[in-house]
Structures are given as structure tokens and as C-alpha cells.
């Protein structure tokens, strides 16, 4: 009687893709830069601990600096912040922002934020002026934060004051166009950008030129490179 051979691995084992974040970490290195995430509103908390994955890689790096996660609605920023607290750990320094002169005064500056692992706010925030006659403040020299740009044009937010390592942009087809929303957010300074797309809001944009070169331009995608290749190489999908 012959040897029975050893069984045959699944192929769909064998060809199980690679978690978010990973997948995500990996486009950041090989590009450095970010693109686009094609994932269902119901999927945020999925993409969220995403997100929280690649902040604890960032943590390993303390020149990194903070993440910026920005959400279209008050009940979104919520969610973000209830699934990155929840996936990061009770203790972690994730911040909702707050734009009461208050908390902007002597919380919500430049130098306390750039402490934070990750902050969340909402694109009506970034939108917004700080209040009039606020102190354009900085961070020490001895921070990471040493490249935190001065004081802006006077409808710039506290946002607007600091050099993001990352940045994300929840419900980015919002930001494809000319409203106030999205001039706030492309004169926001981060170094890796990923835009947020509900599936079909994304397989829409290769019929769309305009809102196409939005998305290059929302994510630093380099000057001069093939616009098709944006969506073929630097575009996840959370079911892929």
C-alpha cells in the first residue's frame, strides 16, 4: 500500500491577503507616501485598528510624531476615537480636539497636540480660525516638534501649526472639490496622507479625471506621475 502524502494546504489559506495595516505600512515604505482606502462605513472600527497598528509601529520610532485623523461629523470623530482608544489601550495619548478658546488657550496648543500619539478632529475644525487675538504658539526646540510651522494665515486652524506624520481623511470624496473643507485640508502639513473612500465613491473616480488629480493631490501623490497607476498602486481595499 502506497504512503498516504501529506495533505494539500487550501488554497484560500495559502492566499489569505495580509492584514490592513500591514498592507498599509507596506505602501508607506515603498513609496513614501500614502494613497487610498476603499472600506464601507460600517468597516471604520476595521480600518481604525489599522490606523492603531501603525501608530504603535510609530511609537517604536520616536521621531515619527503624531497621526491626524479627520472625520467628516462630531458622531464619526466619536467613533474613531471610541475604536483607536479601544484598539490602542485605555492609556494611550489619543486626543479629540476641542476648539473652545479655552481648551485652545491652554490645552489645544501646537506643543501638547505633537505630544499626542493621535489626534482626532473633525474637518469643520480644521476649517475653523483660531479665535482672534490667540498667540501663535510653538513647540520647544528639544521636541519633535521642532519644525512646527509658525503662525498662518488668519483663517489657519491650531491644526494648520504643525507637521503631521500621518494624516487621515475619513469621507475623503468630500474633499475632491473646491469647498472650504477641502482648501483647509490640502494646506494641512503632514508627510503620509491616506484618503477614505466608501467602495463606490472610489471605483468612481477612474471615470473622474478632476476629482482623480483631487485625490493626487490630497494624498502628495508625486507630480508627474501616471494618474492610473494611483488607483492600481496605491489603493487598498479592506476586502482585497
Keep these: 500500500m502506497a504512503p498516504l502524502s501529506p495533505?494539500?494546504?487550501?488554497?484560500?489559506?495559502?492566499?489569505?491577503?495580509?492584514?490592513?495595516?500591514?498592507?498599509?505600512?507596506?505602501?508607506?515604505?515603498?513609496?513614501?507616501?500614502?494613497?487610498?482606502?476603499?472600506?464601507?462605513?460600517?468597516?471604520?472600527?476595521?480600518?481604525?485598528?489599522?490606523?492603531?497598528?501603525?501608530?504603535?509601529?510609530?511609537?517604536?520610532?520616536?521621531?515619527?510624531?503624531?497621526?491626524?485623523v479627520l472625520a467628516a461629523t462630531a458622531a464619526a470623530?466619536?467613533?474613531?476615537?471610541?475604536?483607536?482608544?479601544?484598539?490602542?489601550g485605555p492609556h494611550s495619548n489619543v486626543?479629540?480636539?476641542?476648539?473652545?478658546?479655552?481648551?485652545?488657550?491652554?490645552?489645544?496648543?501646537?506643543?501638547?497636540?505633537?505630544?499626542?500619539?493621535?489626534?482626532?478632529?473633525?474637518?469643520?475644525?480644521?476649517?475653523?480660525?483660531?479665535?482672534?487675538?490667540?498667540e501663535a504658539?510653538?513647540?520647544p526646540a528639544s521636541e519633535w516638534l521642532s519644525s512646527a510651522r509658525p503662525s498662518q494665515q488668519a483663517q489657519d486652524s491650531v491644526l494648520h501649526r504643525l507637521t503631521w506624520h500621518r494624516a487621515i481623511y475619513d469621507d475623503a470624496h468630500s474633499l475632491l472639490g473646491t469647498?472650504?473643507?477641502?482648501q483647509a485640508t490640502a494646506t494641512l502639513d503632514a508627510?503620509?496622507?491616506?484618503?477614505?473612500?466608501?467602495?463606490?465613491k472610489l471605483d468612481q473616480l477612474s471615470r473622474k479625471p478632476a476629482q482623480l488629480r483631487g485625490l493626487a493631490t490630497l494624498v502628495k501623490y508625486p507630480r508627474g506621475a501616471p494618474l492610473s497607476r494611483l488607483l492600481l498602486e496605491r489603493t487598498v481595499r479592506l476586502d482585497d
Excluded at 489599522?50 to 501608530?55: E, G, K, R, S, T
Excluded at 470623530?77 to 490602542?88: C, I, K, V
Excluded at 490645552?107 to 480660525?129: F, I
Design 7 to 68: 495533505p494539500t494546504p487550501s488554497p484560500r489559506l495559502a492566499q489569505r491577503p495580509r492584514s490592513l495595516g500591514r498592507r498599509l505600512r507596506n505602501l508607506e515604505r515603498s513609496g513614501g507616501v500614502g494613497g487610498a482606502v476603499g472600506a464601507p462605513p460600517l468597516a471604520r472600527g476595521r480600518v481604525a485598528k489599522a490606523v492603531a497598528d501603525l501608530i504603535r509601529r510609530d511609537e517604536e520610532n520616536e521621531d515619527s510624531g503624531p497621526t491626524l
Design 137 to 139: 504658539r510653538t513647540a
Design 179 to 182: 469647498s472650504k473643507r477641502a
Design 95 to 134: 486626543l479629540k480636539h476641542a476648539t473652545t478658546a479655552r481648551a485652545l488657550e491652554r490645552t489645544h496648543t501646537p506643543a501638547r497636540l505633537g505630544r499626542m500619539s493621535c489626534v482626532v478632529a473633525t474637518y469643520a475644525q480644521a476649517s475653523r480660525a483660531d479665535p482672534p487675538g490667540r
Design 191 to 200: 508627510t503620509l496622507c491616506w484618503a477614505v473612500f466608501g467602495p463606490l
Design 77 to 88: 470623530a466619536d467613533e474613531w476615537l471610541s475604536a483607536l482608544t479601544l484598539a490602542l
